[in-house]
Protein backbone atom coordinates (compact mmCIF):
# COMPACT_ATOMS: atom_id res chain seq x y z
CA UNK A 1 0.00 0.00 0.00
CA UNK A 2 1.13 3.36 -1.17
CA UNK A 3 0.75 6.87 0.66
CA UNK A 4 2.39 9.86 0.19
CA UNK A 5 1.85 13.54 -1.49
CA UNK A 6 0.72 14.08 -4.76
CA UNK A 7 4.86 14.23 -6.33
CA UNK A 8 5.86 11.28 -4.44
CA UNK A 9 4.74 8.23 -3.18
CA UNK A 10 5.89 5.63 0.20
CA UNK A 11 5.19 2.45 0.91
CA UNK A 12 3.41 1.77 4.54
CA UNK A 13 6.35 1.48 6.81
CA UNK A 14 4.66 -1.79 8.68
CA UNK A 15 4.81 -2.98 5.30
CA UNK A 16 8.42 -2.46 4.73
CA UNK A 17 9.34 -3.68 7.69
CA UNK A 18 7.15 -6.99 7.29
CA UNK A 19 8.54 -7.38 4.12
CA UNK A 20 12.58 -6.93 4.95
CA UNK A 21 11.49 -9.58 7.74
CA UNK A 22 10.80 -12.31 5.15
CA UNK A 23 12.76 -11.33 2.37
CA UNK A 24 15.08 -13.57 0.67
CA UNK A 25 19.11 -12.53 0.11
CA UNK A 26 19.13 -10.00 -2.66
CA UNK A 27 14.95 -9.36 -3.15
CA UNK A 28 13.91 -5.76 -4.25
CA UNK A 29 11.24 -3.90 -3.39
CA UNK A 30 10.38 -0.66 -4.91
CA UNK A 31 9.75 1.67 -0.92
CA UNK A 32 8.88 4.60 -2.46
CA UNK A 33 8.71 6.69 -6.38
CA UNK A 34 8.50 9.80 -7.42
CA UNK A 35 10.67 12.88 -8.81
CA UNK A 36 11.21 14.14 -5.25
CA UNK A 37 12.22 11.77 -2.52
CA UNK A 38 9.57 12.10 0.21
CA UNK A 39 12.12 12.32 3.09
CA UNK A 40 9.78 12.72 6.05
CA UNK A 41 8.08 10.02 5.39
CA UNK A 42 7.81 6.72 8.32
CA UNK A 43 8.75 4.12 5.34
CA UNK A 44 12.13 6.37 4.44
CA UNK A 45 13.12 6.65 8.05
CA UNK A 46 12.46 2.99 8.42
CA UNK A 47 14.59 2.07 5.47
CA UNK A 48 17.45 4.42 6.30
CA UNK A 49 17.48 2.48 10.19
CA UNK A 50 17.19 -1.11 8.29
CA UNK A 51 20.14 0.12 6.15
CA UNK A 52 22.20 1.18 8.97
CA UNK A 53 21.27 -2.01 10.73
CA UNK A 54 23.17 -3.90 7.64
CA UNK A 55 19.73 -5.40 7.02
CA UNK A 56 18.99 -4.21 4.02
CA UNK A 57 21.26 -1.97 1.21
CA UNK A 58 19.54 1.18 -0.38
CA UNK A 59 19.36 2.15 -4.23
CA UNK A 60 17.96 4.47 -6.85
CA UNK A 61 16.79 3.77 -10.46
CA UNK A 62 15.71 6.16 -12.73
CA UNK A 63 12.47 5.07 -14.67
CA UNK A 64 10.47 7.17 -17.31
CA UNK A 65 7.98 9.49 -15.49
CA UNK A 66 10.69 9.63 -11.92
CA UNK A 67 12.95 7.90 -9.82
CA UNK A 68 12.31 4.78 -7.87
CA UNK A 69 14.21 4.10 -4.74
CA UNK A 70 14.92 0.54 -4.42
CA UNK A 71 15.48 -1.74 -0.93
CA UNK A 72 17.56 -5.08 -1.47
CA UNK A 73 17.30 -7.59 1.30
CA UNK A 74 21.10 -8.43 2.02
CA UNK A 75 22.74 -11.30 2.42
CA UNK A 76 22.77 -13.08 5.57
CA UNK A 77 26.08 -15.04 5.58
CA UNK A 78 27.86 -12.40 3.04
CA UNK A 79 30.24 -11.32 5.15
CA UNK A 80 30.98 -14.35 7.76
CA UNK A 81 34.32 -15.93 7.55
CA UNK A 82 34.44 -19.18 5.64
CA UNK A 83 35.24 -21.19 9.12
CA UNK A 84 32.09 -19.57 10.28
CA UNK A 85 29.82 -20.53 7.90
CA UNK A 86 31.25 -24.33 7.88
CA UNK A 87 31.35 -24.51 11.64
CA UNK A 88 28.40 -26.68 13.24
CA UNK A 89 24.97 -25.18 13.16
CA UNK A 90 24.08 -23.59 16.12
CA UNK A 91 19.91 -23.85 16.79
CA UNK A 92 18.06 -20.93 16.42
CA UNK A 93 16.33 -20.77 19.38
CA UNK A 94 20.18 -20.58 21.39
CA UNK A 95 20.57 -17.75 18.98
CA UNK A 96 18.00 -15.85 20.29
CA UNK A 97 18.19 -16.86 23.64
CA UNK A 98 21.90 -15.49 23.79
CA UNK A 99 20.21 -12.27 22.02
CA UNK A 100 17.67 -12.51 25.23
CA UNK A 101 20.41 -12.77 27.99
CA UNK A 102 22.35 -9.82 26.44
CA UNK A 103 19.76 -7.40 26.52
CA UNK A 104 18.65 -9.00 29.93
CA UNK A 105 21.64 -8.04 31.25
CA UNK A 106 21.82 -4.68 30.06
CA UNK A 107 18.17 -4.21 31.24
CA UNK A 108 19.39 -5.28 34.69
CA UNK A 109 22.52 -3.08 34.91
CA UNK A 110 20.51 -0.12 33.91
CA UNK A 111 22.70 0.04 30.91
CA UNK A 112 21.53 1.75 27.29
CA UNK A 113 20.31 -0.53 24.85
CA UNK A 114 23.20 -2.59 22.60
CA UNK A 115 23.12 -1.69 19.30
CA UNK A 116 23.00 -4.57 16.50
CA UNK A 117 26.52 -4.96 15.76
CA UNK A 118 27.32 -4.96 19.48
CA UNK A 119 24.61 -7.93 19.74
CA UNK A 120 26.29 -9.96 16.58
CA UNK A 121 29.74 -9.48 18.05
CA UNK A 122 28.79 -10.23 21.88
CA UNK A 123 26.01 -13.10 20.61
CA UNK A 124 28.39 -14.78 18.32
CA UNK A 125 26.17 -13.39 15.14
CA UNK A 126 27.29 -13.15 11.88
CA UNK A 127 26.30 -9.76 11.75
CA UNK A 128 23.83 -6.65 12.28
CA UNK A 129 21.04 -8.32 10.52
CA UNK A 130 21.55 -11.47 12.08
CA UNK A 131 20.54 -9.60 15.47
CA UNK A 132 18.02 -7.62 13.79
CA UNK A 133 16.39 -10.55 12.70
CA UNK A 134 16.48 -12.80 15.96
CA UNK A 135 15.19 -8.79 18.08
CA UNK A 136 12.05 -9.32 15.57
CA UNK A 137 11.83 -12.91 16.61
CA UNK A 138 11.91 -12.08 20.41
CA UNK A 139 9.28 -9.08 19.59
CA UNK A 140 6.94 -11.38 17.45
CA UNK A 141 7.07 -14.14 20.13
CA UNK A 142 6.18 -11.01 22.87
CA UNK A 143 9.21 -11.95 25.10
CA UNK A 144 10.50 -8.05 24.31
CA UNK A 145 8.76 -4.35 23.78
CA UNK A 146 11.38 -1.81 21.99
CA UNK A 147 10.91 1.67 21.41
CA UNK A 148 12.24 3.36 18.71
CA UNK A 149 14.33 7.18 20.19
CA UNK A 150 15.15 8.37 17.03
CA UNK A 151 17.93 8.62 14.42
CA UNK A 152 20.35 9.52 16.87
CA UNK A 153 19.66 8.01 19.76
CA UNK A 154 19.69 4.60 21.20
CA UNK A 155 16.24 2.29 21.50
CA UNK A 156 14.89 1.34 24.57
CA UNK A 157 14.29 -2.14 25.02
CA UNK A 158 11.61 -3.52 27.43
CA UNK A 159 12.00 -7.52 29.08
CA UNK A 160 8.26 -8.06 29.39
CA UNK A 161 8.91 -10.43 32.12
CA UNK A 162 10.41 -8.59 34.33
CA UNK A 163 9.37 -5.16 33.31
CA UNK A 164 13.23 -3.80 33.42
CA UNK A 165 13.97 -1.58 30.38
CA UNK A 166 17.47 -0.25 29.13
CA UNK A 167 17.75 3.64 29.73
CA UNK A 168 17.83 5.91 26.87
CA UNK A 169 21.31 7.19 25.44
CA UNK A 170 22.66 8.62 22.43
CA UNK A 171 24.23 6.69 19.46
Not at 53 to 79: F, H, K, Q
Not at 80 to 101: F, G, I, K
Not at 153 to 166: D, F, P
Request: hydrophobic fraction near 45%; glycine fraction near 8%.
Amino acid sequence: MMAGGALSLAVDAEALDEWAATARPREKVIYASGPEFPRGHPAVALARRLCDAGVITLTSETYPGGRNYIAIRCAIDVAAPSAERHAAPVQEDELAERVLRRLKRAANLGHVCPTNAELARDCGLTGADAASYRLRKLIGNKLIRVEDQGPFARRIVTIIESGRSTVAGAL
